[in-house]
Nanobody, 124 residues
Framework: QVQLVESGGGLVQAGGSLRLSCASS????????MGWFRQAPGNERQFVAG????????YYADSVKGRFTISRDNAKNMVFLQMNSLKPEDTAVYYC?????????????????WGQGTQVTVSS
């Protein structure tokens, strides 16, 4: 019954910016933790960013730290990923994820719910 829908992906030149949005279905679903993962061809899906239920704790992969910002709007059941200073190596399908459990360790974070993904392509 839980649905996550991403939007905002696209094609951008290196150094540009994109903002991804993720809408979760229904007011009855209140995810505790939410995050973003990405997967490039030939690579495993990797953690990008995560956020706690109240938005006060955020977590980032080293590769995006200082460039990406995750935020959420619980009233709208949405999470966002602002991506600045994009690099060609950021090219991937980006997936929104959510879980009813808190994010205690990004190394073991395995969300139960996933979106369909949105393509981000950064040209060099």
């Amino acid at each position: 019954q839980v649905q996550l829908v991403e939007s905002g992906g696209g094609l951008v030149q290196a150094g540009g910016s994109l903002r991804l949005s993720c809408a979760s279905s229904g007011r009855t679903f209140s995810p505790v933790s939410m995050g973003w993962f990405r997967q490039a061809p030939g690579n495993e899906r990797q953690f990008v960013a995560g956020i706690s239920w109240n938005g006060k704790s955020t977590y980032y992969a080293d590769s995006v730290k200082g460039r990406f910002t995750i935020s959420r709007d619980n009233a709208k059941n949405m999470v966002f990923l602002q991506m600045n200073s994009l690099k060609p190596e950021d090219t991937a399908v980006y997936y929104c994820a959510a879980d009813r459990r808190p994010l205690s360790d990004v190394a073991t974070y395995r969300p139960d719910y996933w979106g369909q993904g949105t393509q981000v392509t950064v040209s060099s």
